[in-house]
């Protein structure tokens, strides 16, 4: 099947899910995991590109969006995290630099917690240990019940409402039409199974991470503030925190070249200390 940019796109079959998945490159394997809104590759699309040049890259699109089928609305994040390593095992992958997103890195953190040895390092970027974890439960709270109400407005209404938390201010207008157009093919049922799965507190696994994990955020970020990168950053020690100037939530897509930069600096020096070590 062809893919939407320099990889193939394929579907696999995962608990009863028709998931897709774009692979690109060769190399170490670096799983990139969007948010709740998008899909692989409108959030992804240059990580994709760029990094296949020394990595096996695979992104996929989470149950309920892009190409995958929708789940049920309960599926919660036990069942995203399971199904994102049933689909790494289906492609013979036991473990892999796991990168997430908003919503995709509170994914990875729980796949990585039920599936010891998935995760080779972690990287969050923007991301929670669940709202209530990472946010408070009133915000939480408030968080899920507008998710809930605004993935029941017309389409046009719903970009309207999400979009503007997703970039800075100054965001190349470019960008920004692009993810309203990727926000326009988001499907109520997906996107509010995966609010539901946002929701819960994922703060206990933190204390069990033992890989290397970057957290990378941004100080123009309306989502996912800073201060939820430094309260990880104090639960994870060693782990090692970066912030992008001027950039909101959706960095892959505001700042690839950043983004891109900062994920290679830091699987490559996952990679070599490892064979170092080895």
């Known amino acids: 099947m062809p893919g939407w940019g320099g990889g193939e796109v394929v579907r696999v079959e ?5 998931i897709a998945y774009e692979r690109a490159g060769t190399g170490p394997p670096v799983v990139l995991v969007h948010g709740f809104v998008g899909d692989a590759r409108s959030t992804w699309g240059a990580q994709i590109d760029a990094l296949s040049d020394e990595f096996t ?15 049920p609305e309960d599926l919660g994040i036990e069942g995203y995290a399971d199904c994102l390593a049933e689909l790494l095992a289906a492609l013979g992958i036991d473990s892999a630099h796991l ?10 953190l729980v796949a990585a917690h039920r599936h010891p040895g998935l995760g080779f390092s972690l990287t ?8 209530v974890g990472s946010l408070g439960a009133a915000e939480a709270d408030r968080r899920l019940e507008r998710s809930l109400a605004v993935s029941r407005l017309p389409v046009d209404d719903f970009v309207a409402a999400l ?8 965001a190349p207008a470019d960008l920004v039409d692009a993810m309203r157009a990727s926000l326009r093919e988001s ?10 799965a946002s929701h819960p507190d994922q703060s206990h696994l933190l204390a069990a991470v033992d890989v290397p994990t970057l957290l990378l955020y941004a100080d123009r970020d309306l989502r996912a503030p800073v201060a939820v990168g430094e309260a990880l950053q104090r639960a994870l020690p060693g782990s090692e925190l970066v912030v992008l100037p001027g950039v909101g939530h959706a960095m892959p897509v505001e700042a690839p070249l950043a ?20």
């Open 57 to 71: 890259v695979i992104a996929w699109d989470a149950p309920g969006a892009g190409h995958s089928t929708d789940p």
């Open 259 to 278: 983004v891109t930069r900062e994920l290679r600096r830091f699987l490559r020096s996952v990679e070599d200390r490892s064979r170092k070590d080895g």
């Open 163 to 170: 979009a503007p938390s997703m970039f800075s201010p100054g």
């Open 14 to 18: 995962v608990g009863g899910l028709s």
């Open 99 to 108: 990168v997430g997103l908003s919503f995709g890195a509170t994914v990875v």
């Open 187 to 196: 499907r109520p049922a997906g996107f509010r199974a995966m609010a539901r």
């Open 124 to 131: 969050f970027v923007g991301g929670y240990a669940g709202w």
